[in-house]
């Protein structure tokens, strides 16, 4: 059993990657991929436990990306780097989806003082440290009483109809493929259920990123019903993609889903990274 789509404390994760690596021992993974949002500091840090517990674990990130022109909506898109470690001019761009990201961060802090709210953006930052995203701020805001939890902190302030919500400077989907690619990556297309289209609506928007250059799909996702994924199983067959698969574990602040097995819906064997590996080479 394989997980490619795991959170660390360096994102929006609560275990630690030296936590994370001893839970992927304990539960007996074949392979672990980190993919934190938009840093490799997790992975960085994991690698020389990985070596030292025997796990196996693939280098890897999730991004967000901008759809549309203008944009439409937010696309989280997955990097695996199976065969050499990504290049020093990926690691360069990250800064700058970092620094964005904190100017986002500082906007929603202001926006949110706005709206009479006691909440700053070093108190968001002492939480998440390099990587300060909203759940940060879901945090605080629940922790100071304003919310009752994580699920209507997004719906009342943080999400895109939320009252606080401030937009974020994004690299385009295809701009991210392309990078992605020329560092020696394979991207993937994260959770697709999220992209919440449906039948031929839905069809369309896949075969979009797939003229844009997508080369992968994550079929199995802790969001994905076995309808869900066996939908995507079929459109990567049509369409000659590679399939990826992961729980998209984050810790405690998402107890239902499990590393490995997800929200109990998975159990992704360890062929579906020998085939990303051999197509890679
Ligand atoms: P950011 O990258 O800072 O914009 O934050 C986005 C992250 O917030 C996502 O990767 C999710 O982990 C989390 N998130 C987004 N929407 C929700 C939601 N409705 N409930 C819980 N977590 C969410
Ligand atoms: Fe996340
Ligand atoms: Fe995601
Ligand atoms: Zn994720």
Redesign the pocket.
Known sequence: MIDLHTHTTESDGTYTPQALMEEAARVGLDAIAITDHDTFRGHDEARPIALELGVNLVCGI?LSTAWGTPKEKTV?LLGYWLEAPPTPDFREWLIALQEARRDRNARLADKLQSLGLDITLAEAESLGRNMTGRPHFARLLIRKGYTENIETAFREYLNENGKAYVDREEPFFAEAVRRIKESGGMPSL??PVRLNKQGAEETKMLEAMVDAGLPAIEVWHSDHSPTDSLRYLKFADQHGLLQTGGS?FHGDIKPHVKLGRGAGNLRIPLPVLERLVAAAR
Request: hydrophobic share 20%; no cysteine.
């Open positions: 999730e989280h994260a959770h998209d």
